[in-house]
C-alpha cells in the first residue's frame, strides 16, 4: 500500500514563506513525476507546479517566480518552497506523484493522492 504524508501548511503573513514537503512510502517500484495540486472552491484541482523523475520543473503562471519545487529521490519526497505568497494562495495543497508498483509480476502504473494541507495567507 503507497501513501503519501503531507506537512508544512499553515497560517503566514502575506509576503512570508512556507515550505511544503510530501514523503512517499510503501511498496514502491519508482516515482516517476510528482507534483502538487491546490483546489479552487468551484473549480477543478490546480497544477501549481510538478517535478519530473530528473529534475526538470514546470509552473503555473501564477506562482512562477515565486515558488520552487524539488524533491529528493532517495528519500520519495517533494518538496514545494513557497515565497512572497499572497492571499490569492489560500488553499488545500495536494501533492500527487505517478507511482509505479508490481502486482504479480505486473507493472502498474497510478496516480497518489497526499491527504492535503491548508495554506492560508493573511493580509
Known amino acids: 500500500q503507497v501513501q503519501l504524508v503531507e506537512s508544512g501548511g499553515g497560517l503566514v503573513q502575506a509576503g512570508g514563506s512556507l515550505r511544503l514537503s510530501c514523503a512517499a512510502s510503501g511498496s514502491i517500484f519508482s516515482v516517476n513525476a510528482m507534483g502538487w495540486y491546490r483546489h479552487t472552491p468551484g473549480k477543478q484541482r490546480e497544477l501549481v507546479a510538478s517535478i519530473t523523475s530528473g529534475g526538470s520543473a514546470n509552473y503555473a503562471d501564477s506562482v512562477k517566480g515565486r515558488f520552487t519545487i524539488s524533491r529528493d529521490n532517495a528519500k520519495n519526497t517533494v518538496y514545494l518552497q513557497m515565497n512572497s505568497l499572497k492571499p490569492e494562495d489560500t488553499d488545500v495543497y495536494y501533492c500527487?506523484?505517478?507511482?509505479?508498483?508490481?502486482?504479480?509480476?505486473?507493472?502498474?502504473?497510478?496516480?497518489?493522492w497526499g491527504q492535503g494541507t491548508q495554506v492560508t495567507v493573511s493580509s
Open positions: 500527487n506523484a505517478d507511482i509505479l508498483v508490481v502486482v504479480g509480476g505486473l507493472e502498474v502504473s497510478g496516480d497518489y
